[in-house]
């Protein structure tokens, strides 16, 4: 059984910091296509940012320039690093990836259950 698991959210004042991580448990063989995506109340699922299949990262315009996402291979696990917080990035913050659990096994999908970061003075 693999799970994602998504920490390090709270309250942040704005233009402060916080960093998420997403950490993959369980059988993992490989792991692509990891994602943060972010909800906010009454609002649809919005992408945040992603490595891209090279390897690269890309990030939506709304955070460009602020967020940072990075990996740690060998832990399996994800951050994002927020910095220069603004009030409308509060929302719930969910990873998803695409997990193979073994060798020529189907990439299956997985998300988090999410985190909240609320931004506000």
């Known amino acids: 059984q693999v799970q994602l698991e998504e920490s390090g959210g709270g309250l942040a004042q704005p233009g402060g910091s916080l960093r998420l991580s997403c950490a993959a448990s369980g059988t993992v063989f490989a792991i692509s296509a990891l994602t943060w995506y972010r909800q906010a109340p009454g609002n649809p699922r919005e992408w945040v940012a992603s490595?891209?299949?090279?390897?690269?990262?890309a990030y939506a315009d709304s955070v460009k320039g602020r967020f940072a996402i990075t990996r740690d291979n060998a832990e399996n696990t994800m951050y994002l690093q927020m910095n220069n917080l603004k009030p409308e990035d509060t929302a719930v913050y969910l990873c998803y990836a695409l997990i193979r659990q073994r060798s020529g096994a189907p990439r299956k999908e997985y998300w988090g259950q999410g985190t909240q970061v609320t931004v506000s003075s």
């Open positions: 490595f891209t299949s090279g390897g690269a990262t």
